[in-house]
């Protein structure tokens, strides 16, 4: 069963909920492909991001998107009377046109990968290019819609009731929710389904007593900093709680846009010894200040814009931590906390009701072991992500019965060993034949995958780029490198001993460029079956030879004229390679492998490109090679 989720946007620090089910059905046996439109905008990873087996795979830059949606329309499977459609009702703010573009590219990846349905968390964005990608691939999809995506973020009721009727099924996390969402969408009631947040059990093992803290009493609040969170009635609570002479402190855990705002009211009202903004942090981090904290507190309003929190997942880990739970009445939050028995509920925007539900916990230890016992129970009983998302998977099996057994193109599963041609940048002046030789290799029933690590900005695309570009896989944005580099740092410091121990070493500079976009590169040629790397360039040849230590390939290398690499530096990286093609004689003279002499370098090597002698040999050693 090959199922791909869809996002806007992915990594979300906040969003841990949909890892924690995206793990559970791995553990269960779905192989999962993950597509995001953009980007995250953090570097920073929970550690369970570690555990996920999926590909994550990124649209690629804006500039090549533009080439799908031309590539699209050349090919008939463009949309655009769907776009039309959406243009004419909803208006240019939806952006019909770009939900398209970005579609294209997913619905020939998916489709590529042999997926069967693919499932959207949030009715808002994603879901919206959705109805193009399904346009476009005839895939058929499913949503989990949360709260304020469809409350105020989509931003018109038309096109949720559209989404809800495209979808196989909508998923929502509360009861609440599905009342909310089936009087906006009544046509699509039958199919709506509550579906809870689960927890993973793993990150909070019982502990054997829910412990008592000396000293001042710990309140602790987690979230975005947004006013749906209700942070300011937060720190005016703990203003009424620090005239009455009580002792605590007060962290709250998350970075958002009110930040600044929050700061100066926290010194506005004195509190700067009681109260502390921490910024984001792991979630273990997270986790661990759960569990020494006395009292968990969230004081969820609705905000002006109409969001508010449904069903926050933070709630449910502070019970798990067996912490009492000090929030709103608002949504599903009654769902998860019981009045009285596992935390207090007082009327959201009510700034004294919320200081008195504080006072009242932190005057009474007893009370506090009590709910926080009675809350750990309730997670166990009814908030396992085992239990939880059972419904779920119930919905996709139903689905599964008919599904068509979607097969993967050969470029997706093919057993057959596979080159890598591992391209710097692109488009490259110094790359004139890059087209030819990928279409002569293709001739020759070469499977090669070419892999660009940075695009050219500035360097129009002439047609035969154009038709080039649906071939190449671009690596992701500078932050989705950087936060690989910094999650494999034991990797990072074998290649980094590795130069230090080398005599004729490669630039500093050079080396760390192409260290990070050499740890970016080993999951997707892993995923790919790569068993040789084609180095075009000699810095491309700088993280073929990274490859090579951390994969095991083997590593060939085509030289240009005017190498960026010190003359003895190139040479001993050079001997590390099984072979390649170079115009220089007296360089070739230093070699030890199967080196091809271009006479006269690539100019003179596009006046023989018909000559099928060149080709037939160059293909030959791929082959052999790999």
């Not at 007060?250 to 600044?260: K, N």
Request: glycine letters at 6%.
């Amino acid at each position: 069963m090959r199922l791909a989720y869809l996002y806007s946007r992915y990594p979300v620090l906040s969003q841990t909920f949909c890892d924690t089910e995206m793990l559970e059905l791995e553990r269960r046996g779905y192989r999962l492909l993950l597509g995001s439109v953009h980007p995250p905008l953090t570097t920073l990873r929970h550690e369970h991001a570690a555990r996920l087996q999926a590909p994550v795979h990124y649209a690629p830059p804006a500039r090549i998107l533009q080439l799908w949606q031309k590539r699209a329309q050349a090919n008939g499977t463009w949309p655009q009377e769907l776009i039309a459609q959406h243009e004419r009702a909803y208006g240019p703010d939806f952006k019909a046109e770009l939900r398209a573009r970005n579609a294209s590219y997913f619905a020939e990846l998916f489709t590529r990968a042999g997926i069967q349905h693919f499932h959207v968390h949030f009715a808002n964005r994603a879901a919206h290019t959705a109805l193009f990608l399904q346009a476009m691939s005839g895939l058929p999809f499913s949503v989990t819609a949360h709260g304020q995506d469809f409350m105020s973020d989509l931003g018109n009721a038309d096109l949720l009731r559209e989404i809800c009727a495209a979808a196989e099924f909508v998923a929502v996390e509360t009861d609440y929710s599905a009342r909310l969402l089936a009087t906006r969408c009544p046509e699509a009631e039958a199919k709506i389904h509550r579906v809870y947040n689960g927890m993973d059990f793993t990150n909070f093992p019982a502990l054997a007593s829910p412990g008592y803290f000396s000293g001042p009493v710990k309140l602790l609040s987690i979230g975005r900093l947004v006013e749906f969170k209700g942070f300011t009635h937060l720190i005016a609570a703990c203003a009424e709680l620090r005239n009455c002479g009580l002792e605590f402190t007060c962290e709250i855990v998350g970075d958002g846009p009110l930040r600044d705002n929050l700061q100066a009211q926290i010194v506005a009202e004195q509190l700067t010894n009681h109260v502390t903004l921490t910024g984001s942090l792991s979630q273990q981090t997270v986790f661990e200040k759960l569990r020494n904290c006395d009292i968990f507190v969230l004081a969820s309003v609705v905000d002006r814009g109409g969001a508010s929190d449904v069903f926050p997942t933070v709630i449910l880990e502070a019970m798990a931590a067996s912490r009492p739970v000090v929030s709103t009445k608002l949504a599903g939050i009654p769902e998860a906390v019981q009045h009285a028995r596992t935390g207090l509920l007082v009327p959201p925007n009510d700034t004294a009701a919320l200081a008195l539900a504080i006072d009242r916990l932190l005057r009474d230890q007893s009370m506090r072991v009590e709910f926080g016992r009675a809350g750990r129970a309730r997670v166990e009983q009814h908030f396992q992500v085992a239990t939880t998302i059972e419904p779920l998977v119930a919905l996709f099996e139903q689905l599964a019965a008919g599904w068509p057994a979607r097969v993967p193109e050969p470029a997706a599963v093919s057993p057959v060993k596979r080159v890598a041609y591992l391209i710097d940048r692109w488009p490259d002046p110094e790359l004139p034949l890059l087209g030819t030789e990928l279409q002569e290799m293709e001739k020759r029933n070469v499977a090669i995958v070419p892999f660009v690590c940075r695009l050219q900005d500035c360097v129009r695309f002439d047609a035969e780029m154009e038709k080039l570009v649906s071939r190449l896989q671009f690596l992701p944005d500078a932050m989705v490198i950087e936060a690989q580099w910094q999650a494999n740092l034991t990797s990072v410091h074998e290649l980094e001993d590795d130069r230090a121990n080398q005599n004729h070493r490669v630039p500093g500079t050079l080396f760390l460029e192409q260290a990070r976009f050499a740890i970016a590169l080993r999951a997707p040629l892993q995923e790919q079956n790569i068993s040789h790397v084609h180095a075009t360039s000699s810095r491309a040849l700088v993280c073929a030879l990274m490859l090579k230590k951390l994969l095991g390939v083997t590593v060939s290398a085509a030289i240009e004229s005017e190498p960026a690499l010190p003359v003895r530096a190139l040479r001993v990286a050079l001997n590390e390679c099984t072979g390649g093609r170079v115009s220089d004689p007296k360089l070739r003279a230093h070699l030890s492998g199967a080196f091809l002499l271009e006479q006269g370098g690539s100019k003179l090597l596009a006046k023989i490109a018909g000559r099928g002698r060149t080709w037939q040999k160059w293909s030959e050693l791929l082959v052999l090679w790999s």
